[in-house]
T-cell receptor, first 112, second 114 residues
Framework: GENVEQHPSTLSVQEGDSAVIKCTYS??????FPWYKQELGKGPQLIID?????GEKKDQRIAVTLNKTAKHFSLHITETQPEDSAVYFC???????????FGQGTILTVHP | NAGVTQTPKFQVLKTGQSMTLQCAQD?????MSWYRQDPGMGLRLIHY???????DQGEVPNGYNVSRSTTEDFPLRLLSAAPSQTSVYFC?????????????FGPGTRLTVL
């Protein structure tokens, strides 16, 4: 089955800096890669996603890049703000789009 | 539009007890799933359903049962609770086809098995 590795497990940045979280996946058949943000005591919330026919996608301060050859994808957050502090999860899915395999999560802390 | 709702929010069980975690969505989503979240392990898929009357196993199905009698509801049953089932459980749903790939998650149920 699919295996998703996520790094780093914790990330601490100053407000205004950029943050990058990286994930690798094992199944070359995976073609959908969402990113979720989870705040304390809440369920994960989809923040951005990318399909395998696209190399990069941006949404304001958030961007995701995908390298299908190397089987890795990354989340980029620019101009970080304290409210960006949360746990971020990457995930991958193949033809059965609902069967997501998640990475282990990254705790992002943005210091004012 | 309440989205995905889960009850209860918290539950404490003794080993061997049974219970049902409730999940409902009001978005007419075909696809629903259950995940468990454990520290350092992300979320792992327990069971999923692609529509009423259809269910299938995910990555960690042992000890759990599901049924899908309606589009709206997808309960998760623990038949005989074990301490290894102490976790936070999330229900999720998404729309049909590839246009609605993003899954909506409920607020979670924190379960402790003593």
């Amino acid at each position: 089955g699919e295996n998703v590795e996520q790094h780093p497990s914790t990330l601490s940045v100053q407000e205004g800096d950029s943050a990058v979280i990286k994930c690798t996946y094992s199944d070359s058949a995976s073609n959908y890669f969402p990113w979720y943000k989870q705040e304390l005591g809440k369920g994960p919330q989809l923040i951005i996603d990318i399909r395998s026919n696209v190399g990069e996608k941006k949404d304001q301060r958030i961007a995701v890049t995908l390298n299908k050859t190397a089987k890795h994808f990354s989340l980029h957050i620019t101009e970080t703000q304290p409210e960006d502090s949360a746990v971020y999860f990457c995930a991958a899915s193949g033809t059965s789009y609902g069967k997501l395999t998640f990475g282990q999560g990254t705790i992002l802390t943005v210091h004012p | 539009n309440a989205g995905v709702t889960q009850t209860p929010k918290f539950q404490v069980l003794k080993t061997g007890q049974s219970m049902t975690l409730q999940c409902a969505q009001d978005m007419n989503h075909e696809y629903m799933s259950w995940y468990r979240q454990d520290p350092g392990m992300g979320l792992r898929l327990i069971h999923y359903s692609v529509g009423a009357g259809i269910t299938d196993q995910g990555e960690v199905p042992n000890g759990y049962n599901v049924s899908r009698s309606t589009t709206e509801d997808f309960p998760l049953r623990l038949l005989s609770a074990a301490p290894s089932q102490t976790s936070v459980y999330f229900c999720a749903s998404r729309g049909p086809g590839t246009s609605g790939l993003g899954q909506f998650f409920g607020p979670g149920t924190r379960l402790t098995v003593l």
